[in-house]
């Protein structure tokens, strides 16, 4: 096997154990997944596991690292549509939250919330690869704001960094509230009260 293939099917290993433990940690969380479930499940000995993560917590810091490069890579995606206004694409983006969760299409949405709820007084470096990834999402949508601010949708005084904390903050909050009483109440309201306040901003 030549080197490029081999590296190539080193990869392909990492990311199925990684996509593997995503999917079991969504269903069941991180701290109750024992590692031989994932490897039965990825269908890979114990020693190809530890040949790539050091432990289960290095482990969980890739999947954190890797869940947030895809997510962030969306964001960019969604927020740099320039056919919408810099208003509307955040309300694509807030809307497209609420209507997955909806549709039990949460994964990608789910997973940060899911594992900042469970290991962040239980693992630091886990903790602070959730906080790099989360102020990421809050200073791509802070990018956003200001686009619209300069474009008049927002208030030319408007913070946009502590607006765009704030409609985080209150999504991943909902988020969680939605996990708890196992309907997305939660979420809709978050979704009236980020139109109501994209809305009063740019009439002000």
Same mark, same amino acid.
């Given at each position: 096997? %030549?080197?490029? *293939?081999?590296?190539?099917?080193?990869?392909?290993t &990492?990311?199925r154990?990684?996509?593997?433990?995503e999917?079991?940690?969504?269903? +069941?969380?991180?701290?109750?997944?024992?590692?031989?479930?994932?490897?039965?499940?990825a269908a /890979?000995?114990?020693?190809?596991? $530890?040949? $790539?993560?050091?432990?289960?917590?290095?482990?969980?810091? @890739?999947l954190?690292?890797r869940?947030?490069?895809? $997510?962030?890579?969306?964001?960019?995606? /969604?927020?740099?549509?320039?056919?919408?206004?810099p #208003?509307?694409?955040?309300?694509?983006y807030?809307?497209?939250?609420?209507?997955?969760t909806?549709?039990?299409q949460?994964?990608?949405?789910c997973?940060? /919330? +899911?594992?900042?709820?469970?290991?962040?007084?239980?693992?630091? %470096?886990? &903790?602070? *690869?959730?906080?790099?990834?989360?102020?990421?999402?809050?200073?791509?949508?802070a990018a /956003?704001?200001?686009?619209? +601010?300069?474009?008049?949708?927002?208030r030319?005084?408007?913070?946009?960094?502590?607006? #765009?904390t704030?409609? $985080?903050?209150?999504?991943?909050? #909902?988020?969680?509230?939605? +996990?708890?009483?196992?309907?997305?109440?939660p979420?809709e309201a978050?979704?009236?009260?980020?139109?109501?306040?994209?809305? @009063?901003?740019?009439?002000?």
């Amino acid at each position: 096997m %030549t080197t490029s *293939a081999s590296k190539l099917n080193s990869n392909d290993t &990492r990311e199925r154990i990684l996509a593997t433990g995503e999917q079991l940690i969504l269903g +069941k969380g991180f701290s109750a997944l024992g590692l031989s479930e994932i490897l039965s499940a990825a269908a /890979v000995p114990k020693g190809s596991f $530890y040949h $790539y993560f050091a432990s289960k917590e290095a482990f969980g810091v @890739a999947l954190i690292e890797r869940y947030f490069q895809e $997510y962030h890579q969306q964001l960019r995606t /969604v927020f740099s549509d320039q056919r919408h206004t810099p #208003a509307n694409r955040l309300l694509q983006y807030f809307e497209f939250w609420l209507s997955s969760t909806q549709h039990s299409q949460c994964h990608k949405l789910c997973l940060a /919330v +899911k594992l900042a709820a469970e290991v962040s007084d239980l693992s630091q %470096t886990m &903790r602070l *690869a959730l906080a790099q990834g989360m102020q990421t999402v809050i200073e791509l949508i802070a990018a /956003v704001l200001d686009e619209a +601010k300069q474009q008049g949708e927002l208030r030319s005084d408007q913070d946009v960094q502590h607006l #765009a904390t704030t409609l $985080y903050g209150q999504w991943v909050g #909902a988020s969680l509230l939605t +996990k708890v009483y196992l309907q997305t109440a939660p979420l809709e309201a978050a979704w009236i009260q980020t139109q109501q306040l994209l809305q @009063a901003e740019s009439s002000q």
